[in-house]
Each structure stands twice: as C-alpha cells, then as structure tokens.
C-alpha cells in the first residue's frame, strides 16, 4: 500500500491561495491520488481525483508531477469555510479495497 | 435523497453491551465500506465488501466486531460486548466501480459508558 505524507496542519487567510502537499513515494503504476474534506461531525467528501499532470474542476486543482512521488491540492481564494481537514489517499480506484486515510492536514482558515 | 444513510446517527451504551449500526449505500454502488474515527485522527479502515462478499478486514476488527451487507445492498456493523475504547464515529462509505470515488454517510456516534 502507499504511504502518504501530510503536513499535520497548515494556517491562511481569507482570498489566499492555499496548497497542500502530499509525498507518495512508493505509488504503484495503476494507483490514482485522490483528495478528501472533512468537517466536524460529518464524513469526508470527495474533492478532486487525478493520476497525472493537472486536474481542475469547481473547487480545486491538482497538480501531480512526472514522478507522481507526490501531489499538490490547490484552493484558490480560501473562505472561512474551507477550514477543515484534508485528507490524500492513493490507490488503484480498480481495485481499492486498500482505501486508508493517514492523519490529514487540518487547514485553518483565518479572517 | 439518495446518498449513504446511516442508522442510528447516535448511540450510548453501557459497557458490555452489544450494539449494531446500519448503513444503506447508494443503491447503484456495489463497493461499501466501513471506518472508524476517532478525535482527531483520520477515518480508520475497518472492513470492505464487493457486493455481498467481504474481501477484507483490518486487524482492528477484533472477533467482537462483525460485518454483513446479505444481498449486496445494506449493511449491519454488529459490536458485542463493547469496550469503553470503541467509542468512536462509525463511518460507512460507499464506491461506484468505475470511479473509487466513495460517498460517506455522516456516521454513526457510538458513546460507550
């Protein structure tokens, strides 16, 4: 299974642009890196899925570079609602019965 | 509404007694998933099912725990004799074939005294 690294937690503020770095060293050819939300109290939610380059949809982008030994979520112009925990998972979505979740980056958002 | 239900949303017990949680997938996805939290900590994997077929099981999952989702569709996540440490939220998830994406249901809330 590849190990993901986050950092623990990660401070901004209000109409920044926030990043957040994932380290997958040991990714496998058919894994895809994919990224979750957390609020208190409520379960994780799908942000964005990606395998190389760039991805971006309504909320993020995703930028993965040749080696794909790590990832970088983007959140353009953070609101206070974007505080929460964020959460890389890598694996073969074809075969993801190996679905974990490491600690995740609690991002606190300031105004 | 269709997203991943969860039953019962709250749980308080006493120690030693037997609890079971439901979950109701979304009905077009056959991968469903169950996870512990604990505060501050990431959703632990507890167990996965393809359809009606358990294919794996954490070690956290002691022989207390057991998990069944008959006919592919709902699943039951039974813990017997709980223990103070199984307090936690109960997370279940669920997963389309084609995409992994899964879908969490807000979970269950299991206090145990």
């Known amino acids: 299974l590849a190990k993901t690294t986050q950092p623990i937690s990660m401070d901004s503020y209000e109409g920044q642009e926030v990043n957040i770095t994932c380290s997958h060293n040991?990714?496998?050819?058919?894994?895809?890196i994919t990224w979750y939300q957390q609020f208190p109290s409520q379960g994780p939610r799908f942000i964005i899925q990606?395998?190389?380059t760039k991805v971006t949809n309504e909320v993020a982008s995703l930028f993965i570079p040749a080696d794909r030994k790590s990832s970088t979520l983007s959140l353009p112009r953070v609101s206070l609602s974007d505080t929460a925990v964020y959460y890389c998972?890598?694996?073969?979505?074809?075969?993801?019965?190996?679905?974990?979740f490491g600690a995740g980056t609690r991002l606190t958002v300031k105004p | 509404d269709t997203g991943v239900s969860q039953d019962p949303r709250h749980k308080i017990t006493k120690r030693g007694q037997n609890v079971t949680f439901r979950c109701d997938p979304i009905?077009?996805?056959?991968?469903l998933y169950w996870y512990r939290q604990t505060l501050g900590q990431g959703p632990e994997f507890l167990t996965y099912?393809?359809?009606?077929?358990?294919?794996?099981k954490s070690r956290l999952l002691s022989d207390r725990f057991s998990a069944e989702r008959p006919k592919g569709s709902f699943s039951t996540l039974e813990i017997q004799r709980t223990e103070q440490g199984d307090s936690a939220m109960y997370l279940c998830?669920?997963?389309?074939?084609?995409?992994?994406?899964?879908?969490f249901g807000e979970g269950s809330r299991l206090t145990v005294l």
């Open positions: 990606g395998y190389k």
């Open positions: 009905s077009e996805h056959n991968r």
């Open positions: 099912f393809q359809n009606e077929a358990q294919l794996e």
């Open positions: 998972l890598v694996g073969d979505r074809n075969n993801n019965n190996d679905m974990r």
């Open positions: 040991n990714i496998a050819t058919n894994d895809y």
């Open positions: 998830a669920s997963s389309p074939t084609e995409t992994g994406e899964l879908f």
